[in-house]
């Protein structure tokens, strides 16, 4: 009776455990041996769709998007379990891009509402958050722009990277005429 109790509060531990902490690990870079940028999460680039599917099974087509017209479009697929932090941000969305069938590209952006009494959004919060771990990581960006809609508004931050064939680029965009900015992080080769 003893050892019964025994295992199955052990079981139900670990049940609950998978369920409180499912999709909250690091969403993160994977770095090689020689210091170089091989992926994203258990994605390493050029990995097909297929691979893809096995290393997450949450994986699902979202849509297509033409970014040349002479190239074929690229597909972008969506995971069901919200990825854990990136830098320690907890981002809405992850946008897992493919080109032909090979992974090139994850895409995470934060949307946050400006409100009568918001001083700083989770957005613009979060753009310093992930900026002070870009630059902690990877060093100094090699392009940093700001640009201003009035003295006190920020419209556009920018910052990129370029690290070993792989681009990084971070993105916050502050509202135009609506109450919403938006933070976007891509890291793509």
Known sequence: MITRTRVTR????VLL???FFTGTCPAEAIIGRD?????FGKLTWGISVEQAEKAYPDLYFGNYELVNRKEAPEKIYYRSVRPGKTGGVVFESYEYRFKGDAFRKIRASLRSK??????????EASWGQMAEYLVRK???PKERRTEYMTEYLVVVKEMRWEVGGVYI?????G???VNEDQLIFEMGK
């Open 175 to 177: 509202p135009k005429g």
């Open 35 to 39: 210091g170089s940028i091989e992926g």
């Open 10 to 13: 052990h079981f139900l531990i």
């Open 17 to 19: 455990s998978g369920v």
């Open 138 to 140: 990877y060093g100094e």
């Open 114 to 123: 400006i409100g009568p009494r918001t001083l700083v959004t989770q957005a």
């Open 169 to 173: 680029h971070l993105n916050y965009k």
